[in-house]
């Protein structure tokens, strides 16, 4: 039998197609501050000329709620007013984790002579003596030195993670995926800063100080280890304990000490690293 006109469905009007979130008016309209993002959240840079660091407006996920209070937690641990610290301003869970905030970006992209991602003008290529590189390598050690005594691993050494302040002095950063007290981390090292080994393995003190090793490399060469290789021909070199030679830099024999984990504290490579500095000073 024919089905009748008052039988049919009425007809619905088409709907529109929602925007994607990136393009949405009104989450654009939350982000007009942002001076940087992760796989956690946005950087708001804000009136008072402080930074915060809060979760996508998107996306509410406990998880990077939880990584961003950890990271609070941190601040909390470590020593308050230190020169290689940021200086944590408040954190609750609706507005997120208020920051000292850092104009001239992070060391990477100083090194690259790249325009940090803040609202300095571009400045192009920058000449840094052996005595600043030395300074840097010293002010990532004792960084890490500070996370290392008070029970947090970092989980993420790189150049990226350390920020320059006014008188281009390292302050170290990034917590939301370190290890407080043993707890799991949710971050892990780039493959040039990897020590090679199952990824479910927690860090260690070794993997850190591998880590830092190839930051120190990076902070003598202005490249990361073999830049020109992909990653796993990176990870495969590494596991075979095949290293860029660092004979010629300053601290190179320091820098293969923590690739072949033969150093055992952060604080033993700041001390050799502040030995040189101070040779390094007295020729001058």
């Not at 005594?149 to 917590?175: P, Q, S, Y």
């Not at 060469?221 to 990870?235: A, M, N, Q, S, W």
């Not at 055992?264 to 007295?282: C, G």
Request: charged share 25%.
């Amino acid at each position: 039998m024919a089905i009748t006109a008052a039988e049919l469905i009425p007809s619905q009007p088409p709907q529109p197609i929602p925007l994607p979130p990136h393009l949405d008016p009104a989450i654009l309209a939350t982000r007009v501050d942002v001076i940087n993002g992760g796989s956690s959240g946005l950087i708001h840079l804000l009136p008072s000329n402080h930074i915060r660091k809060n979760i996508y407006p998107e996306h509410l996920d406990e998880r990077c709620m939880d990584n961003i209070e950890l990271e609070s937690r941190i601040y909390q641990r470590l020593p308050k007013n230190h020169p290689r610290l940021l200086e944590m301003i408040r954190y609750s869970r609706d507005e997120g984790l208020v920051l000292e905030y850092m104009p001239q970006g992070d060391l990477g992209a100083y090194l690259r002579g790249e325009e940090p991602m803040t609202r300095l003008p571009e400045r192009g290529a920058v000449e840094i003596t052996p005595e600043q590189r030395l300074q840097w390598a010293c002010d990532a050690a004792e960084g890490l030195q500070l996370l290392h005594e008070n029970g947090v691993l970092h989980c993420d050494v790189r150049t990226a993670n350390f920020l320059l302040d006014d008188n281009l002095r390292l302050k170290i950063i990034d917590f939301e995926g370190s290890s407080l007290d043993g707890c799991e981390p949710s971050s892990l090292e780039i493959a040039r800063c990897f020590l090679p080994r199952d990824p479910r393995e927690p860090s260690t003190a070794a993997t850190e100080l591998f880590a830092l090793g190839s930051t120190i490399y990076e902070i003598m060469t202005g490249k990361e280890p073999y830049l020109e290789l992909g990653d796993d021909e990176v990870t495969a070199l590494f596991t075979e304990k095949k290293f860029p030679p660092v004979d010629e830099l300053p601290c190179g024999d320091v820098i293969m000490k923590c690739w072949l984990s033969k150093v055992h504290s952060a604080k033993e490579v700041r001390e050799f690293i502040e030995e040189t500095l101070h040779d390094f000073k007295a020729k001058d």
